[in-house]
């Protein structure tokens, strides 16, 4: 392991970032817009996308310079999806930002990327959204002469992408092509974290574009996975804090026999131990991101926080709703969607103790 020490901390670049973002989404992403939305046919919400994506810049952030971006890091992205998490906002981030861009950064791609940097085109990462780093090259789908066809499921993101970054076993092994998603059957399921949207996808002799084979291919596919468990994290953090925040402003505007709720001692105690979970949480997510952004230990920062800040976000939001009694439970209040986000994250990208069994391994740890 590294002795090199992990930058925990934010810089001011990445608090003026998180300051614009927030700003935004209070503004356009707020509980009644989001409540209204998720009752309606359009569950994403596209123009507040196009503004994060190419207005803000959000799309592009780490991507290099020279390959239409801005040339940031891991660590914005984080600061990002952090913020996200805290409004649980419908945009396409986790697939399009974060999976389907780090695939193409570690390819030769010389297209593709820059369309999705601009904000051009929203793109997808054609795996199903529970697949675990380190789970292996998937064979679902096969090349053969220029064309794909296959089946894949659960695909974060993909009803709303104009681009499918597709691994595929091709005649020489291991794949990654492109593919225009008018060239797919793309089916919407019934998600059950209504403000992240999950399809299944069918490729029959659909026109593709090789980017990356071989190990080449492989190791794409292995950064976008680790990128998008790592920046996962922080998207948790950003949940978690939110459940916090609300529910101790909640507890101190209700009263009862008197007094404000929240200064019964059991409840106090309850609050003080989201709160250390909380900032457990967000030192695992910076670490993570901050490894990402250097590339010193990934997979075991990686790991780490997403075995410890996926129940910490379930467990806050659970919190949440029963700390807000009655109110809590019901479809008016926004406090189900940030549930429903948590839990739908803890299966996402490997479940927590999938990451406890590939952390045993990365550290030789026996069983």
């Known amino acids: 392991m590294s002795q090199t020490q992990p930058d925990l901390l934010y810089s001011e670049v990445e608090e003026d970032l998180r300051a614009s973002v927030r700003d935004l989404l209070k503004a356009k992403a707020d509980a009644a817009t989001l409540l209204a939305r998720v009752e309606t046919a359009e569950g994403y919400d596209l123009k507040l996308w196009r503004t994060l994506a190419a207005d803000l810049g959000v799309a592009g952030l780490a991507v290099p310079e020279e390959r239409g971006g801005h040339g940031a890091s891991a660590r914005e992205v984080a600061v990002v999806a952090e913020e996200l998490g805290r409004s649980v906002?419908?945009?396409?981030?986790?697939?399009?930002?974060?999976?389907?861009?780090?695939?193409?950064?570690?390819?030769?791609?010389?297209?593709?990327?820059?369309?999705?940097?601009?904000?051009?085109?929203?793109?997808?990462?054609?795996?199903?959204?529970?697949?675990?780093?380190?789970?292996?090259?998937?064979?679902?789908?096969?090349?053969?002469?220029?064309?794909?066809?296959?089946?894949?499921?659960?695909?974060?993101?993909?009803?709303?992408?104009?681009?499918?970054?597709?691994?595929?076993?091709?005649?020489?092994?291991?794949?990654?092509?492109?593919?225009?998603?008018?060239?797919?059957?793309?089916?919407?399921?019934?998600?059950?974290?209504?403000?992240?949207?999950?399809?299944?996808?069918?490729?029959?002799?659909?026109?593709?574009?090789?980017?990356?084979?071989?190990?080449?291919?492989?190791?794409?596919?292995?950064?976008?996975?680790?990128?998008?468990?790592?920046?996962?994290?922080?998207?948790?953090?950003?949940?978690?804090?939110?459940?916090?925040?609300?529910?101790?402003?909640?507890?101190?505007?209700?009263?009862?026999?008197?007094?404000?709720?929240?200064?019964?001692?059991?409840?106090?105690?309850?609050?003080?131990?989201?709160?250390?979970?909380?900032?457990?949480?967000?030192?695992t997510a910076r670490n993570a991101a901050d490894a990402l952004a250097s590339g010193v230990d990934v997979p075991i920062a990686v790991s780490v926080a997403q075995a410890r800040n996926a129940p910490i976000a379930v467990k806050a939001t659970e919190e949440a709703i029963q700390l807000h009694g009655g109110i809590g439970m019901t479809w008016e209040h926004p406090a189900h969607l940030y549930l429903k986000r948590a839990k739908a994250d803890e299966i996402a990208l490997g479940t927590p103790g999938r990451h406890r069994a590939r952390l045993a391994d990365l550290v030789d740890l026996p069983a």
């Open 89 to 283: 906002a419908p945009v396409p981030f986790l697939g399009s930002v974060v999976l389907a861009t780090t695939a193409l950064l570690h390819t030769d791609d010389g297209e593709f990327v820059g369309r999705l940097a601009a904000g051009e085109a929203i793109g997808a990462l054609a795996v199903p959204l529970s697949t675990t780093p380190g789970a292996g090259f998937p064979s679902s789908v096969t090349a053969s002469g220029g064309t794909l066809t296959g089946r894949v499921g659960t695909v974060a993101d993909a009803s709303v992408a104009d681009l499918l970054v597709v691994p595929a076993a091709g005649p020489d092994g291991p794949a990654l092509y492109v593919v225009e998603a008018s060239a797919a059957t793309i089916t919407e399921l019934v998600s059950f974290d209504l403000t992240r949207r999950v399809a299944d996808v069918v490729l029959e002799n659909a026109p593709a574009t090789l980017v990356a084979s071989g190990e080449q291919a492989a190791a794409a596919l292995e950064q976008a996975l680790l990128a998008g468990a790592g920046i996962l994290a922080s998207e948790q953090t950003g949940i978690a804090e939110w459940a916090l925040t609300e529910t101790v402003r909640y507890l101190k505007g209700r009263y009862q026999f008197g007094r404000p709720v929240g200064g019964f001692q059991s409840l106090k105690h309850r609050l003080a131990n989201l709160y250390t979970d909380l900032v457990l949480a967000r030192a």
